[in-house]
């Protein structure tokens, strides 16, 4: 098979190795790919959001199969041009990804269907917006409508915070039009858990759960950002709790979205909480998870082109799923001044020396100058640890961590910490 994937983070580095393991791969594209994407398929320089020259790409070069990675194209509908020029595409329309598009959306689908998560209300303008927050208490969380690369949600400990939030989106446009319309949201308090899923209408096929680090600084300090590190499996967190957030929440989903009229077909992301009244949903996302992925797929035995097909050909419910019990933990290696502004083009160093002692390297925002890796983005490397248990590859990981190098890098110290309390 001839197959491409579109975006050029870690998530579709991790993706492109997982696929790259297929016997049934015989050629292997990324639009547009990064520095180290292109070690191992042919990096194609097509935007994400060019879907005349992507889909023409696709046609000329006789791709059987597109897989796309980010939230945008998705909810632009970029499998409905894949699908109307004749190229089979995983990932929902984008009539289904609506669900991570508009938050609004997925609340009121939610609040429909009686799925667990948190109370809420939505405004159009902003001074309704704030009328209501006076008389809310803290710590409340401002989401934007709309998608904000991952930094469009705020949980405010103050109201002066709240108030600054609500201001950034709906009147300064920091996130532009995702923020035309807002979300505010009780707070929630628990142990966050993330779980994606293979999804065919109806039929759901979880993966093994993973935990998120949002924030920049150790401690959960300091602005979210895309994702500072992941780990899975989740030993602190009862196999019952996982269970019950699949049963009450992921497979409920799916089947409100087919009785919407908008099958959903791909990989459907889940972040809960696991709060004192059971689990309850944050947000659901359309797609992998970023970093989640770079430490999921490590983690998957089956052929990920197999799942792929099986969604596609509405044959998912026949195919057993089989992971390792293997733990993998990642940290993500960021540009100084992430999630602000950062400088680009300073000189990596150490990659080949950390994948030597068995660290898988993702490449996020890098790029190839004078025969050398250079940072390219704001989070820069997905720095991936394996082993028996969440110690070792935690152990593994922060080794690999100290190797890498590049002037002003950013990396918190603590993650899967909470694994091992």
Known sequence: MRILVIGS?????????????????????????????????????????????LTRFAKEASIDLVFVGPDDPLADGIVDAFEAAGVPAFGPNKLAAEIEGSKIFMKNLLKKYDIPTAKYETFTDYESASAYLSEQSTPIVIKADGLAAGKGVTVAYSMEEAETALREAMIDKVFGEAGNQIVIEEFLEGQEMSILAFVDGETVKPMVPAQDHKPIFDGDKGPNTGGMGTYTPL????????????????????KAMVSEGRPFRGVLFAGLMITKDGPKTIEFNARMGDPETQVVL???????????LAAMNGRLGELDIEWSDDAAVCVVAASEGYPGSYPKGRVITGIADAEAQGALVFHAGTAMKDGAFVTNGGRVLGIVGRGRDIAEARARAYEAVSVIQFEGKQNRSDIAAKALR
């Open 9 to 53: 983070g870690g998530r579709e580095h991790t993706i492109c190795w997982s696929l790259k393991k297929s016997d049934k791969v015989k050629e292997l594209f990324c639009a547009p790919g990064n520095a180290g994407i292109a070690q191992i398929a042919e990096c194609v320089p097509i935007a994400v959001s060019q879907f005349d020259e």
């Open 235 to 254: 030993p602190h967190i009862d196999q019952a709790i996982i269970d019950e957030s699949i049963a009450n929440i992921i497979i409920p989903t799916a």
């Open 298 to 308: 490590p983690r998957l035995k089956t052929d990920l082109v197999d799942i792929v």
